[in-house]
């Protein structure tokens, strides 16, 4: 039963890490696409979703497999758990890529108001915050979770800043209205991958700490467990 369990694992870590990698390269070629406002690189990204779909698919089953036949305990039991709520995440950060592809297609261009934007820098912490969760799960590494728990900050404020921004450029010219609301949804995308990203780090305290940290920044992370209180 112990090989068995230890051979589905092993099996299981593979499917996450080849699933860490597509969806990894799906959001440097959207995000590369847009940048280089390359729309057949977005067709790629769009049409390579069925296979990050197929991966889903492929990690879910083994999950309920093991369920099914073995008795998974402690650090097993955690590592499958969470690789069911990583991969749902990495699945919904596929979409997200996808999504970024589908709305260059709609524009086909930047519009000439798009370095007023805070897209570039978000850009730059959205691949970095993915690569980072990413490493946090392959390593086992606590402290690269927690640097991305703590990026997603700054992506928010980047996020509140694009708002801003594009409405007031809705408001000064309204031909712009239609690529400046593709811009404030791209913008929104990205605040919700680096969502995703976190709940991916909070997964790998999870798996490594035995320690669930959602809502618990201050204790787990930062080492203030004042008002602290399991009532």
Avoid: W
Wanted: proline share 1%; aromatic share 6%.
């Amino acid at each position: 039963m112990e090989r068995l369990l230890d051979e589905h694992i092993e099996k299981l870590k593979s499917r996450v890490i080849k699933m860490c990698s597509l969806v990894d390269e799906q959001v440097q070629s959207a995000i590369k696409a847009v940048e280089e406002e390359n729309i057949e690189l977005a067709k790629q990204v769009i049409e390579k979703d069925s296979k990050v779909d197929k991966y889903d698919n492929k990690i879910d089953k083994i999950c309920q497999k093991i369920f099914a036949l073995t008795q998974p305990v402690a650090l097993d039991l955690r590592l499958i758990m969470s690789s069911l709520t990583i991969n749902n995440n990495l699945e919904r950060i596929g979409d997200i890529a996808v999504n970024i592809a589908e709305y260059l297609t709609m524009i086909e261009k930047k519009p000439a108001f798009f370095n007023q934007t805070k897209l570039d820098p978000m850009f730059k912490i959205a691949k970095q915050m993915l690569k980072d969760a990413i490493d946090s799960y392959i390593q086992g590494n606590e402290n690269l979770a927690k640097s991305v728990i703590t990026s997603d900050d700054a992506l928010d404020k980047l996020n509140v800043e694009n708002h801003k921004i594009l409405v007031d450029i809705m408001k000064q010219d309204k031909n712009n209205i239609d690529s400046a609301v593709v811009l404030l949804v791209m913008s929104r995308q990205l605040e919700r991958l680096g969502d995703h990203c976190t709940n991916i780090a909070e997964d790998v305290f999870f798996i490594v700490e035995a320690h669930i940290v959602k809502h618990k920044y201050e204790k787990y992370l930062f080492g203030d467990d004042k008002d602290d209180n399991d009532d």
